[in-house]
């Protein structure tokens, strides 16, 4: 199969052909038919995951069709339409018997410990529990935007966040991962402000829910600002970067007993932020990591979309090929543009 491939760290990777995987006795073999480019999959590049190893196929935002399946798998057949969660849960460990498959203590993640989902077919394992299946109607670059970015955001916001209707969520960052979660929040009845370095995000962020915004190249103190359009500070807020000036905003600006949920990831230099301990333990604040999102969890989110509560196409962006991949995998470490990138083409 045609796959994009890096054999060292933050050098360029390639296209090759490579062999075709096979299922795993519980597992299946995906086509895949769309994929994402995310942040994580840069990080991944640069040598930021120790559970990488070299040569690798990144890409773990994937949607595609079922086209062969092994002999212990139940659910599942050839020419099935589906998706899978970043984290692949083992459905035997005890954080998986007790319904939290995002931090299974043996997970698999395509893209990191196994290769991924840049090349035109991808292996799953644990499939009769991580499989999801998609609705006819949802096209594959639509599915596969809402494999990390917008599930992580509906878990952050929904189950971690714990947001109530008339709450005020803070948002820094408004890439893929911001995006969703404004559009997630704002769909649940919350007053969301959107925080990030550009117009044209904030603009953007406006038309899908954000009720305020806060553009933090020309404003001197967010938290501040923060704290004057809310009336005293946000009752739950999203670091949706991973960069400590954002996660320190995110957490000094929420009022008395406020949610922080960390959600973009904070590696390599940036692992060990700040942290305003001194607000954390006087006004009892709360603060979450949001790691994905169980396979379970998904008809929940599927119905929103399905009754048009939740638009997650209007966040696809760029639609490429697999041979732009690789330029597009090293351009992660800028500023992502309006919306998520997705590979669509792979022949």
């Known amino acids: ?32 038919e769309a994929t994402g480019l995310c942040r994580s999959d840069w990080h991944g590049w640069m040598g930021h995951d120790a559970d990488i190893r070299l040569p690798h196929v990144p890409g773990h935002e994937l949607a595609g069709v079922v086209v062969a399946a092994g002999k212990h798998v139940t659910r599942w057949k050839a020419g099935e339409r589906v998706t899978v969660p970043f984290a692949v849960g083992c459905g035997h460990c005890f954080e998986c018997t007790s319904g939290n498959h995002q931090v299974c203590e043996h997970q698999s993640q395509p893209g990191f410990n196994t290769w991924g989902s840049f090349a035109e077919y991808v292996a799953i394992e644990h499939a009769d529990t991580n499989l999801v299946r998609l609705p006819d109607e949802m096209e594959f670059a639509t599915a596969a935007s809402l494999g990390c970015r917008f599930v992580t955001s509906f878990r952050a916001i929904v189950d971690q966040g714990r947001v ?22 704002s769909s649940m009845g919350a007053n969301v402000i959107a925080i990030d370095l550009t117009e044209e995000k904030l603009d953007f962020a406006k038309q899908i829910g954000a009720v305020a915004t806060i553009n933090a190249s020309t404003t001197p103190n967010v938290v ?88 997650p196409e209007l966040l696809v962006g760029k639609k490429i090929s697999l041979d732009e991949a690789p330029a597009a995998l090293m351009a992660m470490g800028g500023f992502e543009g309006i919306g998520i990138g997705v590979v669509t083409k792979f022949s």
């Open 224 to 311: 501040k600002a923060v704290k004057q359009i809310t009336n005293g500070g946000a009752h739950m807020s999203m670091d949706a970067l991973g960069h400590p000036t954002t996660s320190f905003n995110s957490i000094a600006n929420l009022r008395r007993r406020g949610r922080h949920v960390q959600v973009g990831l904070m590696l390599g230099e940036h692992a060990r932020p700040q942290v305003p301990m001194d607000k954390v333990i006087a006004f009892e604040l709360e603060i979450l990591g949001s790691h994905g999102m169980q396979a379970y969890r998904y008809p929940a989110m599927m119905e929103m979309i399905r009754h048009g509560k939740l638009k």
């Open 164 to 185: 109530k209707p008339g709450e005020w969520v803070a948002v820094h960052g408004c890439g893929g991962v911001g995006l969703s979660a404004i559009m997630i929040a």
């Open 1 to 32: 199969m045609k796959a994009v491939v890096f054999e060292k760290f933050g050098e360029a990777p390639t296209i090759q052909t490579v062999p075709d995987p096979k299922p795993a006795a519980d597992g299946v073999v995906i086509k895949v």
